[in-house]
């Protein structure tokens, strides 16, 4: 990743903090065969710093990488900013169109996983982590045992221990505040609402 001193995040707090929002991600790794993608949700076990998930048993990543270097890409909360919500735009006209987002880059080792005991247990950990989130929870135990089990033959375990981790965040710091008000401003009148999660961002990271 591109890093720039004004975006790059290096607060281990801050850093540790992302890693336990992280969910669906995009698992790049190369092997003989070349490039392979898979997007997987993820759950972070600090205990043991790394990175659980798993995908399907048709899926050729598994098969084709067999393990080793790999990095998980997280994206954050992001949206297009036009140059026209920039007061700076009328005073001078030098400005030009941007994009404001979060990213988070995870480095490692990845194991892939082939124990049917072990998947159960991964499914168990990355539903707790999703379901908790609900105020009516389901959990695996809900579903008839046989069934998780079939499922479970299913899939394949991954686990991405970690090595290093880069996180950035581009929310207008280098421009005016009157040019950032102007972009919170623009971004809080659309009707996409995942424009003014970027506002909410833009603010927070400036004090607002």
Same mark, same amino acid.
């Given at each position: 990743? =591109? ?10 707090? %801050?850093?540790?903090?992302?890693? &336990? ?10 092997? !003989? ?5 898979? &997007? /997987? ?10 990175? /659980? ?6 899926? !050729? ?25 920039? !007061?700076?735009?009328? @005073? &001078? ?8 987002? %979060? ?11 082939? +124990? ?5 247990? /991964? ?7 999703? %379901?908790? @989130? ?14 998780? @089990? ?28 009157? +040019? ?15 424009? &003014?999660?970027?506002? =909410?961002? /833009? ?6």
């Amino acid at each position: 990743m =591109a890093l720039r001193d004004l975006f790059i995040v290096t607060d281990p707090d %801050e850093i540790e903090a992302m890693l &336990h929002t992280v969910r669906l991600g995009s698992l790049v790794t190369h092997g !003989p065969e070349g490039m392979a993608v898979s &997007h /997987i949700p993820f759950v972070y076990d600090p205990a043991e710093r790394r990175l /659980i998930g798993h995908v399907s048993r048709n899926n !050729p990543q598994p098969p084709l990488y067999g393990g080793g270097e790999a990095v998980a890409v997280f994206v954050g909360p992001n949206a297009y900013i036009t140059p026209s919500w920039y !007061p700076s735009k009328q @005073e &001078h006209g030098r400005v030009a169109p941007t994009w404001n987002y %979060e990213v988070l880059e995870v480095y490692g080792t990845v194991t892939f996983i082939d +124990d049917q005991a072990r998947m159960v247990e /991964i499914v168990t950990l990355i539903t707790d982590r999703f %379901e908790g @989130e609900r105020q009516a929870p389901w959990a695996v135990a809900d579903a008839p045992a046989d069934y998780v @089990e079939k499922l479970s033959r299913g899939i394949i375990g991954v686990e991405l221990a970690i090595g290093r981790v880069e996180a950035k965040r581009v929310f207008s710091q280098q421009r005016t505040d009157a +040019d950032r008000e102007g972009a919170v401003a623009g971004l809080l009148a659309s009707d996409n609402p995942a424009n &003014h999660l970027v506002a =909410a961002k /833009i603010k927070a990271a400036h004090g607002g």
